[in-house]
């Protein structure tokens, strides 16, 4: 089989990578760029635990192909931070607990960074809606919901 050249640009770093034609952009941020931060719930897009921005927009990177990352706009979890500077949804599930095994932490830290993008002040109604097809099977959601609106108060607050 040959494999597909890709030029992207991930985390804001310009990014080339040989894959497989099958070869979803998941597997291709674990096995072939070592960004291992995006975990694989389910493979079938139904939890949220690979959810990445592609050019601003949120998906699901077990339901993308690599390939499809040809000439795109790439964050991941790992892009999230600055240097050692944790961004402040990343500080309000540590200081919360909303986090315990940490497979969809990812996954729910990018989506609610992608919700506070569009919409700095959420209801409580707006971030359930916006973090639905996030899956969580052990913290229970309420801490995680908690740490959001807080964090959007606490930017607001800051800006």
Excluded at 94 to 106: K, N, S, Y
Aim: hydrophobic residues 40%; glycine residues 10%.
């Amino acid at each position: 089989m040959s494999r597909i050249h890709v030029t992207t640009t991930i985390n804001d770093d310009a990014t080339e990578f040989l894959c497989e034609a099958e070869a979803t952009l998941l597997d291709v941020l674990r096995d072939e760029l070592g960004l291992t931060g995006t975990k694989e719930g389910c493979g079938t897009g139904d939890c949220g635990a690979c959810s990445v921005t592609v050019d601003g927009r949120l998906v699901c990177s077990c339901l993308m192909l690599g390939a499809e990352a040809e000439g795109r706009e790439i964050a991941t979890i790992e892009g999230m931070a600055e240097g050692e500077d944790l961004h402040p949804l990343q500080k309000k599930f540590i200081e919360m607990a909303a986090l315990q095994c940490g497979i969809c932490t990812p996954g729910f830290l990018v989506a609610a960074k992608s919700l506070l993008e569009r919409n700095p002040d959420p209801t409580e109604e707006d971030v359930r809606y916006w973090l639905a097809g996030n899956l969580c099977r052990c913290t229970g959601y309420d801490k995680i919901i908690r740490a959001v609106l807080e964090t959007a108060a606490d930017m607001r607050r800051a800006s």
